[in-house]
């Protein structure tokens, strides 16, 4: 597996985080919209499985295939850079700043909604043979995901925006982890094995993606579900970008970074 120690992968997730920052603007949209539309497939294809199979396991062991394609492919989805990005300010790398952090992660998302997007209504409009015809039982199952994860939470009040906001949470402590995953590893077969575990459990526990989210319930709505795009944005994308972002950071990006960059002082053993 040509297995890299903590102290050198969490170096590299710092040295991408930089990296990225300084991306070209035309570079970032094109790596961010690819990445919402292979993960938007990805997505696709694993509701397809499950329906088929009528076992959300298969699906799920399925998924992350199309997250492992677009992360060997050095796309970026705002869940990774929502992780990596950070590290390079904290680091105090030069010429990194604030400012540099918003600009990538707001082109990120602009690419990543955008392959998104374009994914939903490519995949609604074959389902439909062009809008002309029902949808199916595939069309069925994502509106009614839709509306249980829109109208299902806003039942709920609060304490349902709070709900949603952990699974955004745990949604990303997971996804980091097949990030870092990608960095663990000097052989593809490593790099692959690292990030499927992590993914496929996040998608099987029904934890919130907010790029999953940007093909899923624009799709719903070509497909029927009964919610306004008001609603999908307060009561899903919203906390679930917010819950990607404080999960990711907390539970991966920072803890790694501590102990493993900026390491306390050894213990001297006495005799």
């Given amino acids: 597996m040509s297995y890299l120690e903590p102290s050198e992968f969490v170096s590299k997730m710092v040295d991408s ?17 690819m990445a919402g539309a292979v993960l ?10 499950t329906v088929k199979t009528g076992n959300p396991l298969v699906g799920a062991l399925l998924f992350p295939v199309g997250f492992i394609m677009l992360y060997l492919m050095k796309f970026d989805l705002l869940t990774g850079v929502f992780t990596l990005v950070p590290l390079a300010w904290l680091d105090k790398r030069p010429g990194v700043t604030f400012g540099q952090i918003m600009r990538n992660w707001g082109l990120v998302l602009i690419g990543n909604l955008g392959g998104a997007l374009t994914v939903a209504f490519i995949m609604s409009f074959v389902l439909t043979y062009g809008f002309n015809t029902d949808g199916g039982v595939l069309a069925d199952k994502v509106g ?20 949603i906001f952990m699974r955004g949470m745990l949604c990303n402590w997971m996804v980091s982890m097949g990030v870092v995953g990608a960095m663990i590893s000097t052989s593809a077969t490593g790099k692959i094995a690292a990030m499927w575990m992590p993914v496929m459990l996040f998608f099987y526990m029904g934890f919130e ?5 940007m093909f899923l319930f624009p799709f719903s709505m070509l497909m029927g579900g009964d919610f306004t795009v008001m609603e999908y944005l307060i009561w899903n994308e919203l906390p679930t970008a917010l819950g990607n972002l404080v999960g990711g950071l907390l539970f991966v990006g920072l803890p790694l970074y501590y102990t493993h960059v900026r390491t306390g002082p050894a213990r001297v053993l006495v005799d």
Avoid: C, P
Wanted: charged share 15%.
């Fill in 17 to 33: 985080g930089e990296s990225k920052i300084f991306m070209s603007t035309k570079d970032t949209i094109i790596r961010a919209f």
């Fill in 40 to 49: 938007g497939l990805a997505a696709m294809f694993a509701i397809t499985v």
């Fill in 144 to 163: 009614s995901i839709g509306e249980s994860r829109t109208l299902g939470y806003q039942a709920h009040g609060l304490e349902g925006w709070l709900t």
């Fill in 209 to 213: 993606h907010s790029i999953v989210n």
